[in-house]
Every structure is written in structure tokens, then in C-alpha cells.
């Protein structure tokens, strides 16, 4: 009498390497994902073979019902898992996973099921952008979610369809928490007295619109010699002469471009004041590849970089104020 035959054995393992990877990077995003919660081996396989997405999205919208994560994938395609609060039911989108439902698949203890979930997928797939778009206000960080197994990011929004009004509490609680190449705010503040005076460690790239006051100019660069890139709206024009002080009078610093914008401009004599400026070196031509709304009937002045001789170039029109610290850099590129 035969034997019945057994369990098949799962193949895949004993590929070589270098197949293994190409099968895996060659799947279906959700094969891929069950493919890792069968076994420690498998969810390692999966790791090591790199599946490429553009981006992963959590989004923490206005209502809590509706937070999720979102997936770029190749060729345009995207993928939405729900994951809203443990104790909310979700507001069930019909193009939208249940997370909870494939946090089950996942083997290993946790007492909120999306920490447990995203940290498989941070783990198994590979993006090149890591979002958070937070659209509802908060106390502090951990009444969303307690971010304790990855706190670095691309690309942080606090914003919201409407106005997004916050607490200095929550507003600290989030940059201090959180490490971002780009942080972009646009919110209310109501409290005129607050001011964030710590380094936002990590960012290129700081972009503040409507609430300005509650970020501190004084010693900025200081604080952030890594930033790349700054726009912010509104600021006052006392304060857009502090900056140019910090950069003329400070050290090195990697700073490249300021977008200072407010409608109607800036008077010169503010944004000048006590500050030596001179012709620009820049052609007309030059000047116009380098600022977006250059306007020839405007100011264009360069100043210079006391520790080093370098220049910058400072534009004034109706747009608002545009410092470029990288002439030489993007005229090369061009």
C-alpha cells in the first residue's frame, strides 16, 4: 500500500541567492508581503531581496477613522492598508486593506497591531521616500502612534484640506520626536509666545507657511548648519536681516537657498539695514536662471561670507525675499 504523499517543501528557499532575489523583486507587492509572514527565513528572504517601492505614506487624517498607509508602487500603481485607531472601527474604503486583518499574519507580540504592521513593512519593503502626513491635531506624538522602532523620514507634512490649528505641546512633541529630510508646516498657532529654539537635526529642507512666530530666528544657522534649503512665509523683515547677519558674520554652513515670501515684497532699508551689499556678478540672463520671479526693476545685490570670501546673492521684488548661497553650483549645472 503507498504511502500518502506529504506537505510539499516550500522550494524557494534553496534557490540560490541571486534567484531568490529576482523571483521576490519580480512578485505581486501583496505576494510579496504573505511571502514574509510564512516563516523567519522567509520574511528575511524577502528583506535581502530589496522589492523597491517609491514611497510609503502614513497618513493621520482628520478623522482617525480614516488613517492608512499608503504604498507607491511601480508603474504608478497604489496600494492603501487601513489603519486606524485600535479602539475606532474603520471607515472601510473599498480600495483599502484591512490592516488588521494582515497584522494577524504576522508572527510576534504587540499591544497596538499598527506598530506591529508597520514595522514588518518598513522592514520587508524598500522606498525611496518615507512619509508622514499628519492632518489632525494632537497632544503629543504618542496619542497617534509611538514611532519608538524608526524615527527617521523623508518627507514630514503637518497640514490639513482646511486649517490645521496646533498646540506648541504637539508641535514640539512631533520635531522633537522625529528626524526628517524635509519638514513641511503649515498650521495656526494661537500662542504669540512660544518659541522653538532646539535643532531640527537632519533636515535639508524647512518649509513654514501661515504660523511664523513660533520659530526663533536668533542663532537659526547655529542650530541647523546642515539645512539646505528654507522657505518660509511671512517672515518679519527684521528677522529676515537677522538671518542675513547670522550667514555673513557666522560660520560655514550648507545653506543654499532662502525663499522668504510675503505679497507686496520688503522695503530694501529693513532687509539692508547694517549690512555692506554690492553689485551683483550675476548677468541678467545668469540672474534669471537662478531666481524664479527675478524681476530686473528689483534689487539684486550680492554680500559676502566673512569666514570664507564666499558671496550670495539677495533678490527683492513683489514676491518676497530670495537668497541663493550657490551661484557658482547651479550656474555649473545649466
Not at 506591529?116 to 525611496?128: G, N, Q, T
Not at 518649509?207 to 542663532?219: G, K, P, Q, T, Y
Request: glycine content about 4%; hydrophobic content about 40%; overall charge negative.
Amino acid at each position: 500500500m503507498e504511502e500518502p504523499p506529504g506537505n510539499p517543501k516550500f522550494g524557494l528557499l534553496k534557490c540560490p541567492f541571486a534567484l531568490r532575489e529576482q523571483i521576490v523583486r519580480n512578485m505581486e507587492f501583496m505576494d510579496a508581503f504573505h511571502l514574509s509572514t510564512l516563516s523567519k527565513r522567509s520574511k528575511q528572504m524577502v528583506h535581502k531581496a530589496k522589492y523597491q517601492t517609491v514611497h510609503i505614506t502614513f497618513g493621520f487624517e482628520e478623522d482617525s477613522r480614516e488613517d492608512h498607509i499608503e504604498f507607491g508602487i511601480k508603474d504608478f500603481e497604489r496600494l492603501k492598508i487601513s489603519f486606524s485607531d485600535s479602539n475606532d472601527t474603520p471607515e472601510r474604503d473599498p480600495n483599502a486593506i484591512d490592516g488588521r486583518k494582515l497584522a494577524i499574519l504576522i508572527d510576534g507580540p504587540s499591544c497596538d497591531y499598527r506598530k506591529k504592521l508597520s514595522a514588518h513593512l518598513l522592514f520587508i519593503f524598500h522606498s525611496d521616500w518615507t512619509i508622514i502626513y499628519i492632518e489632525r491635531n494632537i497632544k503629543n506624538l504618542g496619542d497617534i502612534f509611538q514611532w519608538n522602532f524608526r524615527k527617521t523620514f523623508d518627507y514630514v507634512r503637518l497640514s490639513a484640506v482646511g486649517v490645521l490649528h496646533i498646540t506648541p505641546e504637539a508641535l514640539k512633541s512631533i520635531l522633537n520626536s522625529l528626524e526628517s529630510k524635509k519638514f513641511e508646516l503649515e498650521f495656526k498657532m494661537d500662542d504669540s509666545i512660544y518659541k522653538y529654539r532646539e535643532t531640527l537635526n537632519n533636515c535639508d529642507i524647512l518649509n513654514v507657511r501661515d504660523s511664523i512666530h513660533w520659530l526663533e530666528i536668533d542663532n537659526f544657522l547655529d542650530r541647523n548648519p546642515k539645512m539646505k534649503i528654507l522657505a518660509l512665509q511671512d517672515l518679519p523683515g527684521e528677522q529676515i536681516n537677522n538671518l542675513l547677519k547670522q550667514w555673513i558674520h557666522g560660520k560655514v554652513v550648507d545653506m543654499e537657498t532662502w525663499y522668504l515670501l510675503r505679497n507686496y515684497g520688503y522695503p530694501d532699508d529693513v532687509i539692508f539695514d547694517g549690512i555692506v551689499t554690492m553689485k551683483t556678478k550675476l548677468t541678467e540672463k545668469q540672474a534669471f536662471a537662478i531666481f524664479v520671479f527675478w524681476d530686473a526693476a528689483s534689487t539684486t545685490v550680492d554680500i559676502r561670507r566673512k569666514v570664507d570670501g564666499k558671496l550670495a546673492t539677495v533678490h527683492i521684488n513683489w514676491t518676497g525675499c530670495v537668497v541663493s548661497m550657490c551661484n557658482e553650483q547651479i550656474l555649473a549645472g545649466l
